[in-house]
């Protein structure tokens, strides 16, 4: 999914316009669940694809992205209530991806097509390669400012540790992400979504393209029965989903409990959103941070203390997405951020 997002602080949209462009949304998810969701979220790409319309889905993706535009502190907040003013959507519901992987599956089946690659292929090129970059980077002790987006200054000495890496994928797809990982050098990999047709989809994709050590699994990052840690979590586009839920706030937060049990400590969470901004997604992570700094004794108690302590630092972020000026601001329509643990 393509979508423009600002700094609420810095940008100039106006609540009228936002409403507008909700309206607009709303109209366009209203049809039809599978068409138009589809038509909302997802970029064509050359891997194949259900979808012809292609003008109508890049409106859709646009409208539907804009109608989106909150502030991070209103997703990640601890309030009983969901804010009534939350854009929701059929992209937030199970229901809507377990239509559209059986959709994908029966393309497959008929045609070898792979389906969607969510955000395009070119953000996911760059999210593996940034990804293997990094971690070569601190794999060699070097300082994680500012990582190479294409390659790492030591690829032969950095490339032998990669095996080391543990790599989960969550909300996994069709697994392209994770067959691009394995082409990078990553052996230790492993796939999760809640959508039984999509883990479905992704192990016959790898095993058709010669991944079949890739490991899928089907579960609910909400409500993980993951017992492993991994040393890089990542999410390209499942917090985007999570967040248009009718109950967006209140999963979000769970989404980070979860996440936080999942990274090992010292262990990297990499993050690809098109409805937040770098800082958004940094905000979202400080405001986890203190509550996990206020949580009770009682509380902690319920966790393991390694997850009770655990808080997320900034590490470094893609900075060669395509950027353009708008309102004074200058903006991205992809973010991808990562996050150490302590």
């Known amino acids: ?23 607009v949304a709303t109209d366009l998810v209203s049809d039809d669940d599978r068409s138009v969701a589809a038509d909302s979220w997802s970029i064509k790409s050359d891997y ?22 909150r502030a991070a502190s209103d997703y990640s907040s601890d309030k009983e209530e969901p804010d009534a003013e939350v854009v929701t959507s059929t ?10 992987y059986a959709d994908e599956l029966s393309n497959f089946r008929e045609h070898g097509h792979a389906g969607e690659v969510w955000f395009g292929g070119d953000v996911m090129d760059v999210v593996a390669s940034w990804t293997k970059s990094l971690c070569n980077d601190i794999s060699q002790g070097h300082s994680t400012n500012h990582v190479n987006d294409t390659k790492s200054s030591s690829v032969e000495d950095g490339d032998k540790h990669l095996s080391t890496w543990s790599v989960l994928d969550i909300g996994t797809g069709n697994g392209l992400l994770l ?38 699994l089907v579960d609910d990052v909400l409500e993980t029965k993951l017992e492993r840690q991994f040393r890089v979590v990542i999410d390209k586009g499942t917090l985007d989903a999570i ?3 009718p109950d967006g706030p209140i999963k979000r937060v769970m989404y980070w409990d979860s996440v936080s049990k999942l990274v090992a400590s010292g262990g990297l969470l990499v993050i690809t959103s098109c409805n937040n901004t770098k800082d958004e997604l940094m905000q979202e992570v400080e405001n986890f ?20 302590t655990c808080q997320f630092r900034y590490v470094d972020h893609v900075r060669t997405y395509p950027t353009f000026m708008f309102g004074g601001s200058v903006g991205s329509r992809v973010a991808t951020v990562a996050f150490v643990r302590s």
């Not at 519901?93 to 559209?100: F, P």
């Not at 990553?186 to 095993?207: K, M, P, Q, W």
């Not at 206020?294 to 997850?307: M, T």
């Open 1 to 23: 999914m393509a979508g423009i997002r600002m700094p609420p602080e810095e940008s100039d949209i106006s609540q009228q316009q936002i409403r507008a462009a909700s309206a």
């Open 48 to 69: 194949g694809s259900t979808l012809d319309d292609e003008q109508r889905h890049a409106d859709a993706t646009d409208a539907l992205c804009a109608s989106n535009f």
């Open 91 to 100: 992209l937030g519901l199970q229901s809507y991806w377990d239509s559209a």
């Open 179 to 216: 067959q691009e990982l394995a082409k990078q050098g990553f052996s230790d990999l492993t796939g999760v979504d809640y959508s039984e047709g999509a883990i479905e989809l992704a192990r016959n994709l790898a095993d058709r393209d010669g991944f079949s050590y890739i490991n899928f």
């Open 243 to 245: 967040g248009l839920h």
């Open 289 to 308: 941070n203190q509550r996990r700094g206020e949580a009770s004794p009682e509380k902690e108690q319920e966790v393991p203390a390694s997850a009770a």
